[in-house]
């Protein structure tokens, strides 16, 4: 197979900086889509695989999941996109597409296995695949997105997996007019549940451990704030909510969050703690609650949720950044110094 070389960011080894790359994206096929990424969002499972704390990562590794561009080539198949269109990519550029759940466009479920935007086999070119912090991909159609005209590009990036991970959990759950709705942690996750859940005409009740994000909250979308460790605050929500969205990736007492469930609540983890949390029997049988996990979306509902955003102008809250910033980015980001999102404006790779 034809290839062609373009710049990219990327870590070589575990404990080494990002740093310019060039690397090999192939040639578009027929059903290939040729993109130029003008923004990528900055994900902290981006962080966790450049260095390698989750003990999977393949070297050389180009992060990046939360891809917004244009259309620069189309193979002569192409049906659905065409040069200039505004488009996206996020955490699969293939899957299977034959088993139960990629017929039922859940990709992100796929029996043999998703191909991720970085760090999967590449079936195209061997070796693996390398993601958004570059000048250019190719992707097959099946796995593009159209971005709605009236969303800022670049603060529509962090869609593809922080809108499209609280969307998916939110949608399969039914959260809408009438539910009381949860939201645990407000960060890149969290911000975007609270959005969502309030569009979709829910009361929206958040928790946090920081006074301080009481008002920023409030913006968000969120009808009432709860000091989570207030005791007492915590008390007055018990056995009130009929859904919780819980997007935080820190070990955290997730038996006082079930506690606030109402008969047949339900409780989804879309954030994920390293070490495994502690739960009691009767958090869940007095009141037949439900714990549950929610993973990514597949395609059709990724694009559902950015129609969905376009309608209501939602985007996510962004720090624009150079690439050549990523490495100071990433330590902003273990200590939480970010309101919600970095975005690389990915015009800095070519300074």
Sequence with gaps: MQTHQTKAYGAETSGSLLKPLTISRREPAPHDIEI????????????????NEWHNTVFPIVPGHEIVGRVINAGQHVKKFGKGDMV??????????????????????CDLGKTLTYNSPDTHLGA???????????VDEHFV???????????????LCAGVTTWSPLRH?????????????????????????????AHVVVFTTSASKFDDAKRLGGDEVVLSTDIHEMKKHRNTLNFILDCVSAEHPINDYMSLLTTDGTLVLVGAPEKPMP??????????RSLAGSNIGGIRETQEMLDFCGE???????????????NNAYERLVKGDVQYRFVIDMASLKV
């Excluded at 955490?91 to 990629?102: A, G, K, N, Y």
């Design 312 to 326: 209501h102008n939602l985007v996510a809250d962004i720090e624009l950044i150079g690439i050549q910033d990523i």
């Design 145 to 159: 997105l159209r971005v709605p005209d009236n969303l800022d590009p670049a603060a529509a990036a962090p869609l």
């Design 173 to 201: 759950w039914r959260v809408g007019p009438g539910q009381k709705v949860g939201v645990v942690g407000i960060g890149g996750l969290g911000h975007m549940g609270i959005k969502l859940a309030k569009a979709l005409g």
């Design 88 to 109: 996206a990519v996020g955490c699969m550029v293939d899957s299977c597409r034959t088993c139960p759940h990629c017929t039922e466009g859940l990709e992100q479920y």
């Design 36 to 51: 130029e990424i003008l923004y990528c969002g900055v994900c902290h499972s981006d962080l966790h695989m450049a260095r």
């Design 279 to 288: 739960v009691s029997a009767f958090s869940l049988i007095p009141g037949r």
């Design 128 to 138: 693996h695949t390398l993601g958004g912090y570059s000048e250019r991909i190719v």
